[in-house]
């Protein structure tokens, strides 16, 4: 065809639904000033939404002429995350105000599931809606809910209810070491020994390989290791820091960066020195209201401090999608598409944002940076059990007496955690199960609380892992079927649709756990060993974990 034609017909912008005036306006004026770069298309439908309580046709046509985009690009943007509320001509818009309530599985033990139906019951559905939600990472404090921006721990229906009626839904920023408060104790001064060439590059890796930092993610990768790979491809360099922490049972993150967030920054800044990343890139999950105020106004303050060029880290927004964790999807998200998991080699080290290597990091890794460099290589590995390297913060809750955020070593054992970091079983409780690692590490039992909590070794071998070191205790009062079932529930509901393992794998798993009757075994196990080989990403291979220790530990409740 020829170019000139072709390129006459883009010129003509968004077909199909007519233009309507007034929506123009309104979106032109939320992005008077901004760039309109296609990287930040889910920027700008955070401000529709944030400002009128949905997507309506309208706005979404009026943001595709703005953008030069299809509608059916945005559409099919918007209608990927669970934040975003797509509203067709002639369709209903949402209720003001949103109500979510978390149904994982520590706040389903808590008794989310009759909170949910108290407030379907009590809530007027003209001026509010009440929604199921994943994980908040509000688990020690179950069941946990949200009042528009405002976070609930223990959350009841009365409470609910109350606080909807008086208004005043904007999240609450706890109390955390803020620029000036981390400065007064050296805050900030290795990153200027690391800069000025005080420190060197091979002194950080040499550092975090001798304190066997690992990725605290999820995956345990080296980290020093991990800046190598970067290092070793042609720049520009970028890097990310993955802050979406959805996996149900974590929270530990969110408890880090809501008390002293600028360790993780500063350990950031330090990493892209070492990689000689061009810009920082902060995806963080929207459950995390707080958390995101708090980011906000700590960058601007580096930059006021003239720490950081304006603009050098960069905060993203996450919009409701479990799979944006998963480290290339997440990717996809800072680029304003879809979290699709992408298809492995290449790894984002080499091929990542914007096609060029890329170093990405989870919150905790970070973390760790300062302490390690100041502290030496051999304090921080000696936090760690023999042979399991390092502190760790653990994510606990369920049905102990004391859960939380717990700094324990590396390798301890459930029963150690329990025992000696949680003040034991809650009272009438016998401990049963627990889930080493949230959702996708498995169930085991209780008769197998020796094993070291760590990646690879014993727990490996059991078909389980540590992952996010989320530790989520069940006890005699709780089903592992019925917790198997919220489990693969949550994974068939955020499965990204991408491959049908994994989308069909999930949904047929939930199936097959639903039936009555006695568990078709076979078809369990056939279906399972198709997820973990044919799944593109963690998501569907490791989504029936649980199902495998549910039928190899847990006979009895089938």
Known sequence: MNQHVTAKRRDRGPKGRSLDDAALVEVRGLLEGLELRRDLLIEFLHKIQDTYG???????????????????????????????DVVREGESVPAPLTIRVCDSISCMMAGSEALISALENGADPSLMRVVRAPCMGRCDT??????????????????????????????????????????????????????????????????????????????????GKKWGFVRSYKGPRLMTINGDEGEPGTFKDRYLLESDPHRTLEGALIAAHAVEAERIYFYMRDEYPAVLEILRAEIEALESAELIEPGYIELRRGAGAYICGEESAMIESIEGKRGLPRHRPPYIAEVGLFGKPTLNHNVETLWWIRDIVENGAQWFADQGKPGHPGPRSWSVSGRVKEPGVKLAPAGITIRELIDDYCGGMEDGHTFKAYLPGGASGGILPAHLDQVPLDFGGELADLGAFVGS???????????????????????????????????????????????DGPLDEEAIRDLEAVMRDASICGLGQAAPNPVNHLLTYFKDEL
């Open 142 to 223: 179950a069941p946990a809910a949200r009042v528009g921006d405002r976070e609930v721990d223990d959350a009841t229906s009365d409470g609910i209810l109350k606080l909807a009626s008086e208004g005043g839904f904007d999240a609450v920023v706890p109390e955390y070491v803020n620029l000036y408060a981390y400065q007064e104790y050296g805050g900030y001064g290795l990153y200027e020994k690391v800069r000025s060439g005080e420190i060197t590059t091979e002194a950080l890796l040499e550092a975090l390989s001798d304190a066997g930092l690992r990725g605290l993610g999820g995956a345990g990768f080296p980290a």
């Open 469 to 515: 070191h989320a530790v989520v205790v069940l006890s005699d009062k709780d089903s592992v079927k019925e917790a198997t079932l919220n489990l693969l529930r949550f994974f068939m509901h955020e499965s990204c649709g991408q491959c049908t393992p994994c989308r069909g794998g999930t949904e047929k798993m939930v199936a097959l756990l639903e039936r």
């Open 54 to 84: 949905c997507l309506s046709a309208a706005h979404i046509r009026a943001l595709a002429e703005l953008m030069a985009l299809p509608q059916a690009e945005i559409y099919e943007v918007a209608s990927f995350y669970d934040h975003f």
